[in-house]
């Protein structure tokens, strides 16, 4: 079946009846379908058979709030290919898709198979804001579920695969953060750093690289149960980028330890939000510059 995919700016309300078929309380559908991207497919002009909403919630997280099918075309694959085709779009905006539903065993299924995995819950959701019962699978809905999908993708670059130019394309991204972020740096100490990382790029026993889109947005290294490095691109500070890979480092690689730089307060408290301590000091960096550091660990009950 030939179909397309168009975004829809104006007279949103004409695409009522779909909407209505994943949210039936049209007072609900009104929170967000104006503030909301709205993406409708359609087999020619004069017939959609499937629409989506998705709003921004935060800088980078995106919400699925609604996703219908005209039952004429259910069981078909439509619903999955829009959510393909959604986390394309996004994937060059943001990092995260988020989607809420009620405990439903197919519609959580459905969600599970598209690669979203659970996030939280919000109690009550269902029995607060609506002014009926919603019901289904026999089941009357109490608690909102919330499921999450990463939008980037992250590669571990094994040391064969450490390109020149790979290497080059990480270490402007790394001059870029460090002049965003490390003020107490001159730039002579940045043009003096500049080899070592080049060679730590190159040597670092596990590289994470990630992506955006085609674009290459961050990058984190890590031996012996150690962050070695991690950098972001300015332009995504604040996307939950850096935490996302760190998460993944303790998640896949258990990750124990990261030193910080003394001077750069924002990327201590990142780790302290994460859950790490720090629990020793030294008056250089490992070059021997006057760069104090501060070593950290990862409390046990966040492991």
């Avoid at 969600?111 to 089941?139: A, M, R, W």
């Avoid at 070695?228 to 935490?243: C, K, Q, T």
């Amino acid at each position: 079946m030939d179909w397309q995919i168009k975004q829809v700016s104006t007279n949103k309300k004409q695409f009522l009846s779909l909407l209505l078929l994943a949210d039936e309380q049209e007072s609900m559908i009104d929170r967000y379908l104006d503030r909301g991207d709205l993406f409708v497919m359609y087999v020619d002009e004069a017939t959609w058979i499937a629409v989506a909403v998705v709003t921004e919630e935060e800088k980078g997280v995106y919400e699925l709030k609604n996703l219908a099918v005209d039952p004429a075309y259910q069981r078909k694959g439509i619903g999955r290919q829009m959510v393909d085709f959604l986390c394309r779009h996004y994937q060059q905006t943001g990092h995260t898709l988020l989607v809420g539903t009620g405990d439903s065993r197919q519609t959580v299924s459905f969600y599970q198979s598209c690669g979203f995995t659970y996030s939280h819950t919000l109690p009550g959701f269902f029995t607060e804001n609506y002014d009926h019962p919603i019901v289904e699978e026999g089941k009357v809905l109490t608690d909102m579920i919330y499921f999450r999908k990463d939008l980037s993708k992250v590669c571990l670059v094994a040391p064969a695969d450490r390109t020149v130019s790979l290497v080059e394309e990480l270490v402007k991204l790394w001059e870029a953060s460090v002049r965003a972020t490390h003020h107490f740096l001159t730039e002579k100490d940045i043009l003096h750093l500049t080899p070592f990382i080049e060679e730590a790029v190159r040597g670092i026993e596990t590289l994470l690289v990630m992506f955006l889109g085609n674009r290459l947005v961050g990058f984190l290294g890590l031996s012996d149960l150690k962050i070695e490095m991690l950098f972001v691109a300015p332009d995504y500070f604040g996307n939950g980028l850096g935490r996302q890979l760190v998460e993944m480092a303790i998640e896949k690689y258990h990750v124990h330890y990261v030193d910080v730089n003394e001077q750069n307060p924002r990327a201590e408290g990142f780790y302290r939000h994460i859950g790490f301590r720090t629990f020793a000091r030294t008056e250089t960096d490992e070059q021997g510059n006057p760069f104090p550091i501060l070593k950290m660990k990862l409390q046990d009950n966040k492991v």
